[in-house]
């Protein structure tokens, strides 16, 4: 009953800019975190970043940081991953994840959004 949609993936060139966007939907859903994982090609699926509800606070991963960026839509229960100066190794099925509570792991998962990173 809980559904976390991501939107946003394509191609894009190196260096070039992509914005993903992710929605949670549920009945009597609360929100501890929503935060973005990345499985790359041939790899393990890894953190990207994620945000704190409601407070606004946020983590994200050293091989993003400076490039990629979180935040929250106030209006909804949305949150956007700004992809700046993208790297062929950002490319990657990019996943959306929801924390309900401080007392246990990411439980909601989206289906995943493609980003190809072309050289």
């Known amino acids: 009953q809980v559904h976390v949609v991501e939107s946003g993936g394509g191609l894009v060139q190196a260096g070039g800019s992509l914005r993903l966007s992710c929605t949670a939907s549920?009945?009597?859903?609360?929100?501890?975190?929503m935060g973005w994982f990345r499985q790359p090609p041939g790899k393990e699926r890894e953190f990207v970043a994620d945000?704190?509800?409601?407070?606004?606070?946020?983590d994200v991963a050293d091989s993003v940081k400076g490039r990629f960026t979180i935040s929250r839509d106030y209006a909804k229960e949305t949150v956007h991953l700004q992809m700046n100066r993208l790297e062929p190794e950002d490319t990657a099925v990019y996943y959306c994840?929801?924390?309900?509570?401080?007392?246990?792991?990411?439980?909601?998962w989206g289906q995943g959004t493609q980003v190809t990173v072309s050289s």
């Open positions: 994840a929801i924390r309900s509570s401080r007392t246990v792991r990411y439980e909601y």
């Open positions: 549920g009945p009597a859903l609360s929100i501890y975190r």
């Open positions: 945000i704190n509800f409601p407070g606004g606070t946020t």
